[in-house]
């Protein structure tokens, strides 16, 4: 870094040194009428300048290093944040506008610190370099010279207080065209099926509409510098022109001096051009900055608990008085306790938003209760940190998600498994047939979201992934909706015979026959429990539950 | 296409290698002329902004001149000094100087709003292309990447457009300018610039060729990035639930090197022209220096005309200075541009024929004619289906997961065409009537969830343009999720936010049920459409659903076979044909029947 700077200022200074070699030829060299001098000064000029060409491309070279090194470092760290964010500030800041604080902020930070290290260190040394050098050639002029820079600073400070919220605002349009349009990238089916495509347009133009509004604000309030800056300068210049000519009928100058203080004057206007530039690219990317800020700065809003103490002979897992709500208003869950000794299988069965998935949310600790505590073999599972709870688990959430890449790594998930567990678990998960009938088998390439295999194959693939790690405790969210009965059957058969390291099961279905040879079946209506029990037990002493099971097993209750 | 061997070797540039990774002087051509194309939408804007530059410029180019005429004035030394001549080009200069400015402001304005027009169309035809491209593009292609196409890569063609445009088209006045004023001075001097010119384009040109492959990787690299985080980003949660953070960490993390290795070697290569050109204008610095200082002991020019001369050559190379840095913005405004373009190509859904047919009160009356389909020509699908569907009635679709239940939804709704065969409604032809009549005629239910952002009230509305209050009421009460939404804080006007948890799978799927209420089509397809929600609720949206399903056409994909059994034709697919067909009572007396064997397993152990 220091060596960079000493690089660029060596070159700096070499565009420094040509105009005052230029006044010594013209006001010493060419009186004495010798030719040769004027060669060799000449020369002198052009060493200079290979210098400077030199010193600057190695510069800006080790600039760019640095930038690509800073900005690599800082998505490094705005990635591994968002990964840890908690599902509850994922919500809050949106999927759409953390990806654009991925992408375009961070692209606009790194454009900047690229361009900021070239002209930030040439500008302010050509600036001070110029001045020093005048104000020893002729210090009257100079300081004519320097008393309009105050105003220039004036101005640039200005606009650029007024560019900051511009480009900020600027940027969250930019998050809701990238709202919409993801939108509709996602929802492509549905809005054809509608013919609602006119009506996305007219979505569409109305963010497309206030974002060129904005952009224009923002361009058009920082395009006033450049013009007051060159006022302010030129200004400037003529004062000098018009002291000089006092100065020279007085003899205290030399019109030489005017000549290559003129010169000198287009250097330092230019530096001052480059950071009045450096300005509008940092208003812009002091957007970006704070927004990139907000989530490094996000807090941990999942505090674990200090080490508690482990509750001895409690069953395996444990939920104890827990209740939960996502919007602190209304209860998802309110006072839910049960068990599942070791072994277990757990069926939860409820109507549609009667928080089966968010009791597994709560367990899986993507939010934390609110009320209660879920203990895992006695220990609560806030004092385990997330990688001891997380690993325990082997899950398959409803519609989850696959990634373009091979169908075993899309089971693997970045786990460290062998090929025989792969196929293993695949086999268990009835994934094996349709896995082995691709062509090239599990190195078969899915599209991203799965688009390539049908709904069926889709939740196969994510079951296997779940039994592919040997999890302590297996989590099937709805998982096999899209199966036929056949392989559905299948697989609980499998499930129950060939798993025998998980410790416990807990299925979450719309079908009873999906959960009623389970060890214990809860069923969830509102975020409570309004019954428990086996099968049979719940066939007698729950309405709700039998009248599902009447609905789907049609005259075959037994 | 069947060109001659040697007609392609007489093709100079070889078109098949290197397609990807070089970009060959003439498709760069393209891609200017066709960016140009956009800005001459605009003849009288950019009239009146190359009248402002110019003026903006002119008056800039006085200033040296008059600088130069009060330097003469000032040249005669100690007391013979000419005050009136210096006060006088003073007065002019600064005059000059405001006028410029204030053009040159005015002129900046007038270029971010072209470009701004430019952009805003260049958005706009992006986002309209969207929507004609077949869903096959967005099976295809990554969320990210295509939203990287519409911001990115159009942000920074926008950039360079109202940056460098305005500094390429001044410059060319300037350097103009600049020339004739150093001509009337000395064409003598000029002579330094016949070596330096050249030198500094050749340069340039040399350059560019070798920095534009570099741009169009930085620009796919990016483009790559954007795609993975978007992926990884819409599967945090499965991520987390496996404690994969660190892995994921990790690959992005070779995307993210890819991406700045590529960002920096193109400007590793791009960062060598500005110094370089600086180099070259420095050595004709140098060379007018010494010419110059020779001229004068001569007496061929004053020591003023050297003075103008300088400040000339300066405002002549800066320009070109500029130009030379500016070439770095234009290949990477040239590369996200020609991606923008590719995307604009993309072919678009067959459009309609000529005078298709606009399809209206649609009977129902649906027929495939020996369909054959694949999603690529090697993998066949729905092998030879053939299916005749009278008006009203219920067709249920049964097979195992994979059979291809889907892709004939798919087919039904031309989402995608079938390689061979017919498909027919009410007797037309499906590929002769216009797309949106034929869609208008179905009312389509998937599993896949989707709602946007927006309220609860919206999002229903949505499948009825000016649905009223009471109709959307009335859909949400027959999809059993108003005593749901009565019970939100805002009610019907709660925002559904992306990815929202506060609101189940299951009642993301009755919020799109209701939106199929109210959409009043001729026929119906139910492609899972119940699968998140728990079976008592289904039970009681049937009757609704039944009501809806009454004197439509129907297609149903379901699992529970309860859901099909009142079904008036059951298909049983297999390997994309019809294995067996009738209805529950037939297929059932079948004693080996695929369907009788998968209705009995749903009450096995």
């Known amino acids: 870094m220091s060596l960079g700077l000493l690089i660029k200022f060596i070159g700096t200074i070499m565009d420094l040194l040509l105009p005052y070699i230029l006044a010594h030829i013209i006001d010493r060299i060419v009186p004495t009428r010798n030719l040769s001098l004027i060669v060799l000064w000449g020369i002198c000029m ?5 210098i400077c060409m030199a010193g600057n491309v190695i510069a800006n070279r080790m600039a760019s290093a640095v930038a690509r090194d800073a900005s690599r470092a800082l998505r490094h760290d705005l990635f591994s944040r968002i990964m840890y964010l908690s599902c509850h500030q994922v919500d809050t800041f949106t999927i759409p506008s953390l990806e654009s604080r991925l992408t375009t902020d961070t692209y606009n930070i790194h454009n900047m610190l690229g361009r900021m290290q070239r002209l930030g260190v040439r500008a302010p040394i050509l600036l001070i370099g110029g001045i020093m050098i005048t104000a020893h050639m002729e210090p009257v002029l100079t300081l004519i010279m320097v008393a309009v820079l105050p105003f220039i600073t004036l101005v640039v400070f200005k606009i650029s207080q007024k560019g900051v919220p511009l480009y900020a605002q600027m940027q969250r349009a930019v998050d809701n065209m990238v709202c919409v349009v993801r939108e509709n990238i996602q929802g492509v089916r549905v809005i054809k099926a509608l013919s609602k495509t006119d009506y996305e347009r007219r979505r569409y133009e109305k963010v497309n509409e206030e974002l060129v509004q904005y952009e224009t604000k923002a361009g058009v309030t920082m395009a006033a510098s450049n013009p ?35 010169s000198y004057f287009t250097l330092i206007s230019n530096a001052m051009m480059s950071i009045t530039r450096m300005f509008v690219m940092y208003s812009k990317s002091i957007a970006s900055a704070n927004r990139i800020g907000e989530i490094l700065d996000a807090t941990e809003d999942m505090e674990g608990l200090p080490q508690s103490d482990i509750k001895a002979g409690e069953p395996y897992l444990v939920f104890d008085n827990v209740s939960f709500s996502y919007n602190g208003m209304r209860n998802n869950i309110s006072a839910l306790s049960f068990s599942v000794p070791k072994g277990g299988t757990l069926g939860i069965i409820g109507a549609t938003g009667s928080g089966k998935t968010t009791l597994l949310s709560l367990l899986m600790r993507f939010y934390d209760v609110n009320a209660g505590s879920i203990r895992i073999d006695g220990k609560d599972i806030r004092a385990m940190d997330g990688g001891e709870l997380r ?70 693939l994510l079951i296997a992934r779940a039994l592919a790690g040997k999890p302590e405790i297996l989590v099937l969210d709805d998982a096999s909706s899209a199966l036929d009965y056949k392989t559905d059957a299948n697989l609980r058969r499998a499930l129950r015979e060939n798993c025998p390291e998980t410790k416990a099961t807990i299925l979450v279905a719309q079908r009873i026959s999906a959960v009623m040879h389970c060890d214990e079946i809860l069923v969830l209506d509102n975020g409570s429990i309004i019954g428990a029990g086996t099968h049979e037990e719940l066939l007698d002493s729950c309405d709700v539950y039998r009248e599902i099971a009447q609905s789907q097993l049609g005259g075959v209750v037994e | 296409m069947n060109r001659s061997p040697i007609e392609k070797s007489a093709n100079g540039a070889d078109p098949k290698h290197g397609t990807d990774e070089k970009m060959t002087g003439t498709a760069r051509i393209r891609v200017i002329r066709r960016l140009g194309g956009y800005l001459l939408r605009y003849k009288a804007l950019i009239a009146v902004i190359l009248l402002f530059m110019f003026a903006s410029n002119f008056f800039a180019l006085i200033g040296p001149e008059l600088t130069g005429r009060a330097i003469d004035a000032i040249e005669p030394g100690k007391g013979y000094v000419d005050f009136h001549t210096v006060a006088v080009n003073c007065a002019l200069m600064l005059l000059f100087y405001i006028a410029s ?36 593009y967005f099976d295809a292609n990554q969320t990210g990447e295509i939203i990287s196409h519409i911001s990115y890569d159009i942000d920074t063609v926008n950039t360079s457009l109202s940056n460098d445009v305005i500094q390429i088209c001044s410059s060319i006045i300037t350097i103009v300018g600049s020339l004739v004023m150093m001509i009337k001075i000395s064409p003598l001097l000029l002579l330094v610039f016949c070596i330096t010119l050249p030198m500094s384009i050749l340069f340039t040109r040399y350059k560019a060729k070798k920095v534009q492959p570099l741009f169009r990787r930085r620009s796919a690299m990016l483009g790559t990035l954007n795609g993975y985080a978007e992926e990884m980003l819409s599967g945090q949660k499965t991520i987390k639930a496996y404690h994969r953070e660190s892995v994921i960490i990790d690959r992005f993390d070779t995307h993210n090197k890819n991406a700045v290795d590529a960002y920096y070697e193109a400007d590793y290569q791009g960062c060598m022209i500005g ?51 500016i070439t770095a913005e234009l290949q990477s405004a040239c590369a996200a541009a020609e991606r923008v373009f590719r995307l604009l190509d993309e072919a678009p859904e067959t ?9 209206s009160d649609v009977q129902g009356a649906v027929k495939l004619d020996h369909v054959q389909f694949g999603y690529t020509p090697e993998r066949v699908i729905i092998g030879d289906l053939s299916l005749d569907v009278s008006p009203g009635k219920t067709i249920a679709i049964v097979g195992p997961t994979g059979a291809g239940k889907t892709t004939i939804i798919n087919l039904l709704m031309r989402f995608y065409d079938p390689q061979s065969g017919v498909i027919t409604v009410d007797g037309h032809d499906i590929c002769r009537v216009k797309r949106d009549s034929l869609r208008a005629a179905y009312t389509m239910v998937l599993q896949d969830t989707w709602l946007f952002h927006g309220t609860i009230f919206d999002n229903i509305a949505y499948g009825k343009e000016g649905a009223t209050e009471e109709e959307v009421i009335a859909a949400a009460k027959a999809a059993k999720i108003d005593t749901f939404i009565e019970s939100l804080p805002n009610g019907y006007h709660t925002v559904l936010s992306d990815d929202g948890t506060s609101i189940s799978k299951g009642q993301k799927q009755l919020l799109t049920i209701a939106r ?11 492609d899972e459409a119940t699968s998140n929600v728990d079976s008592r609720t289904e039970i009681q949206i049937q009757q609704a659903m039944y009501r809806l399903m009454q004197g439509r056409t129907c297609f149903v994909i379901a699992h529970r076979l309860s859901t099909i059994q009142n079904a008036d034709q059951i298909l049983v697919i297999n390997g994309g044909t019809v294995t067996e067909t009738g209805t529950h009572d037939e297929l059932m007396q079948k004693e080996d029947g695929v369907y009788r064997r998968l209705f009995q397993a749903q009450f096995e152990a």
């Open chain 2, 351 to 359: 459009p309609d024929i000529q005078d298709a047919e606009t399809l």
């Open chain 1, 228 to 262: 007051l800056m060159n006022i302010f300068l030129n200004a400037g210049l003529t004062a000098v022109v018009f002291v000089g000519a006092f100065r020279v009928n007085a003899g205290v100058s030399e019109p030489g001096k005017i000549v290559a203080f003129i």
């Open chain 2, 516 to 526: 199929a209420m109210l959409a009043d089509a001729s026929m119906l397809i139910l």
């Open chain 1, 46 to 50: 052009i060493v200079c300048s290979v």
């Open chain 2, 275 to 325: 110094p370089s050109v600086n180099f070259i204008n420095n050595l004709s610095l140098s060379l007018i220096s010494m010419f110059g200082a020779m001229l004068y002991m001569f007496g061929k020019i004053t020591l003023g005309n050297i003075s103008t001369f300088i400040q000339y050559s300066r405002k002549f190379s800066g320009p070109i200075n500029e130009m030379a840095n």
């Open chain 1, 391 to 460: 690993e325990k688990f082997g899950t398959a959430l409803q519609n989850d998600f696959i990634y373009e890449d091979t169908v075993a790594e899309n089971i693997r998930i970045g786990r460290d498994i062998p090929m025989e567990e792969l196929r293993r678990a695949a086999e268990n998960a009835q994934a094996l047939a349709f896995i082995d009938a691709f062509d090239d088998g599990f190195d078969h390439m899915l599209t991203t979201k799965g688009t390539n295999v049908s709904g069926g194959q889709r939740q196969r």
């Open chain 2, 101 to 136: 400015a204030i053009l040159s402001y005015i002129n900046a304005v007038l270029m971010i709003r072209l470009s701004q027009r430019v952009t805003k169309t260049m958005r706009h035809e992006v986002f309209e292309h969207l929507t004609t491209l077949p869903i096959s």
